[in-house]
């Protein structure tokens, strides 16, 4: 059984390009989360979705970072016109309900 | 606000030198506790879910408790590849916005063989 799949697992941009981050939920999970982990600091919640919904974006940035989880396929985590204050980790996880979120690996953004 | 707080920010034992760590937090309306592990380049690795005061789990050298007001960690006779970062985090609330976690800062554990 599969688990949370992210990638890329490593992505570098330059300033001021796009980065798009991928997650694919564990099989029977409708609910995906997005959390990040800037260098020295703990996990911060951004956005929960459900299928072509979201539900919740309290923590996601006004500007520039966009997220979505389709009817099919992964859900995208989408940043525009990165800055160095992006670099990051970027965690993905999912769960089944009301219930743990299990964590994929990561995609390390590096923007250079 | 919910607030989470962890300590020690790190610890290091002997190899088979019991200990435990805590998470003190301020919530209204918790919905659950939960514990990770994370080890360096990883995500978080579940561990535990607890729901009310006076709940136990237990897996494999580690225990998890809860009261009102934290929640402790214990470690049995640990050994090195227990060295990790273990997080805890809250789930509170009752809107949509209950799924989000807040999580602590984390304790840094090394178990030196």
């Known amino acids: 059984n599969a688990g949370v799949m992210q990638n890329p697992r490593h992505l570098v941009r330059r300033r001021g390009q796009e980065a798009r981050l991928r997650c694919s939920p564990m099989k029977g999970h409708s609910h995906v989360y997005w959390y990040r982990q800037l260098p020295e600091e703990g996990l911060k919640f951004m956005v929960y979705l459900q299928k072509e919904n979201i539900i919740d974006e309290s923590g996601m940035p006004k500007e520039r970072f966009s997220a979505e989880f389709p009817k099919e396929g992964p859900s995208i985590l989408r940043i525009q016109q990165v800055v160095r204050g992006d670099s990051a980790a970027y965690f993905c996880?999912?769960?089944?309900?009301?219930?743990?979120?299990?964590f994929g690996p990561g995609t390390r953004l590096t923007v250079t | 606000e919910d607030q989470v707080t962890q300590s020690p920010e790190a610890l290091r034992l002997q190899e088979g030198e019991s200990s435990s760590l805590n998470c003190s937090y301020t919530v209204s309306g918790l919905r659950g506790l939960f514990w990770y592990r994370q080890d360096p380049g990883k995500g978080p690795e579940f561990l535990f879910t607890l729901y009310s005061a006076g709940e136990e789990k237990e897996k494999e050298r580690l225990k998890a408790t809860l009261t009102k007001k934290e929640s402790f960690l214990h470690i049995t006779a640990p050994k090195p590849e227990d060295s990790a970062t273990y997080l805890c985090a809250v789930q509170a609330g009752s809107s949509g916005s209950a799924r989000q976690l807040t999580f602590g800062s984390g304790t840094q554990l090394t178990v030196l063989p």
């Open positions: 996880a999912s769960s089944p309900g009301f219930a743990e979120q299990y």
